[in-house]
């Protein structure tokens, strides 16, 4: 299916590997359920989501010595910093100007008025399909869909990680230079959702922000919790424009599809126009957002592929 190279250290593991390796993910499947349960998935801090990733990584490869294990620090540390200052930083994308709330509507309505009688689709998918007090089967994938987005990037990074540095520092350089495309956009175009939108009037119909509902109804009160405490947060109200949630699930398929064959591409888009389903709906993000988000990835890949490029060539001319 992939072109995806393996490194020497995956080579056909022996009876008493895999043994190891299936008790060792066991161990760690069972705490990090565990976890979930009782305090939540861990999404606010990079720090929570790199450190069950490790932990990961050692139950997979614990026949390695420590300082292979150690290495995954040395690596992982200098990211999950930059993401730690991401993470904290874009809480301020009001400060420096007000945010910006009608053309998103505008811009929704004048792709999708035609279909959906002159709303936003948010609007329009939430008659169609929102019950309040009742949380609906397919708002319990949209749930899981939306909440993949904390985990998702990190996962294929530390598994790339694994299989190909190469691959994995390319993934990487991609990643971070999306997430500060986006913060710098936070603060220059602060952006606020549809459902602030809804609660501010500047939408005539209401918008429920829904995009946690589907954890009561698993029974998961305490994930959902965590996610409802992360958007609580005040200082983070507006930063919507471009939709990170969308623009990291659109990167992680297509940083992959130049590797598959054709026929695998609709498979893996599945997952971005899923993302883009759930952000819509919950009233999460517009299309416009959405849209941009696309456009950042397809910069992003544009500008660190002439990058890497350039610095091949150079390497190439002074060696």
Known sequence: MTTLDSPPETAEPTPDLRKRRVVGLAVWVVAFVLFVALVGIPTSDPLEAFGWLWLATIAWRSHRPWREHLRFLRDW???VALLEIYNVTRGSADNLFAPHVT???HFDEWLFG????GRIPTI????HLYHPGHVQWWEVVVTLIYTSHFLTVPTVAVILWLRNRGLSYRFMRRWVVLSVAGLITYFLYPAAPPWWASTQGYLTEPVARISTDGWSALGLHSAGNTLN???ADQSNLVAAMPSLHTAYAMMAV???LPMVRRRWWPVLLAYPLAMTFALVYTGEHYVADVL???LYVALTFTVVGLGERWWERRRAALS
């Open 229 to 231: 405490a992360l958007q």
């Open 77 to 79: 540390l200098p990211v």
């Open 124 to 127: 329009w998918l939430q008659q």
């Open 103 to 105: 053309p998103m509507i």
């Open 254 to 256: 297509a940083f992959f």
């Open 292 to 294: 941009v988000g696309w």
């Open 114 to 117: 035609w279909f959906t009688d």
